[in-house]
């Protein structure tokens, strides 16, 4: 079992860059791909990007690409997500997952596919 701990979260304007982390408190954390969802209100949650446990691979929502990095550092137990170019619509409250995974599997693209949670973080973009 991993405990999951979301940080980095806050309010950022428009254009602005912004680096979320994930860090596990409990468990052994390069068992597990590690996935970025997003939840606006009234709205479903929505995968954003995710990593392989060994960091080798990484994929991304279409929405994203070319705005946002994954990474991880193991020895840290932790995994980032940065954020660029920020608009209003990426406002929201951003969780990540974990996923028991093989090297260079990434198993975890819809929130069904998790297995673990963290609590999130609150991610506002103003105009």
């Known amino acids: 079992q991993v405990q999951l701990v979301e940080s980095g979260g806050g309010l950022v304007q428009a254009g602005g860059s912004l680096r979320l982390s994930c860090r596990a408190s409990a468990g052994t954390f390069t068992k597990y791909a590690i996935a970025w969802f997003r939840q606006a209100p009234g709205q479903e949650r929505e995968f954003v990007a995710a990593i392989s446990r060994g960091g080798g691979r990484t994929t991304y929502a279409e929405s994203h690409k070319g705005r946002a990095t994954i990474s991880r550092d193991n020895y840290k137990n932790t995994v980032y997500l940065q954020m660029n170019s920020l608009r209003p619509e990426d406002t929201a409250e951003y969780h990540c997952?974990?996923?028991?995974?093989?090297?260079?599997?990434?198993?975890?693209?819809?929130?069904?596919?998790?297995?673990?949670w963290g609590q999130g973080t609150q991610v506002t973009v103003s105009s």
């Open positions: 997952a974990g996923r028991a995974a093989a090297d260079y599997e990434i198993p975890i693209r819809t929130p069904a596919d998790a297995e673990y």
